[in-house]
């Protein structure tokens, strides 16, 4: 599966994250994948809203994983500050990633050889040469589920 979605402003990058967090299902890993401001922390805010997660949702920057309650639990890693796999042990992600909540993780690729063969990779990609808030999402899937 590969899915290609443009969007052209924050509200409808956001409104495709509730769209997939209302399609999540408990054992899901979400990687979500782009360069610093291309509208990963939005996207996150509408998945969890699609989950019925009332907090405030904010990237994980300096705590690796946030953790919020909704009608499934959502695990918000983000592994930037990860400087090796070792790491990742330190912070239990096998619980997170083979549980029973949803698990979306930032800047997955730094850690691509620890994700499970059927999560779901997203990519989020901003034109900065464009005036509007224009976004490429492309979605896809290599392993069944």
């Known amino acids: 599966m590969k899915d290609r979605i443009e969007t052209y402003s ?3 990058t956001e409104a495709l994250g509730e769209k997939l967090g209302r399609a999540a299902a408990a054992g899901q890993v979400y990687c979500l994948n782009g360069d610093l401001g291309a509208g990963k922390t939005v996207f996150t805010k509408g998945f969890a809203k699609g989950l019925d997660i009332a907090e405030h949702v904010t990237s994980p920057t300096f705590t690796i994983i946030n953790e919020y309650e909704g009608r499934l639990p959502l695990y918000h890693f983000d592994v930037y500050r990860i400087s090796c796999l070792e790491e990742m042990d330190d912070t239990g992600y096998e619980d997170y990633f083979y549980g029973e909540g949803v698990c979306l993780v930032e800047w997955a690729e730094l850690v691509q050889e620890l994700i499970p063969a059927d999560a779901i990779w997203i990519k989020v990609e901003r034109d900065y ?5 224009y976004r490429v999402i492309t979605v896809r899937q290599e392993g069944e589920r």
């Open 10 to 12: 924050p509200a409808e």
């Open 129 to 133: 040469t464009r005036e509007d808030d």
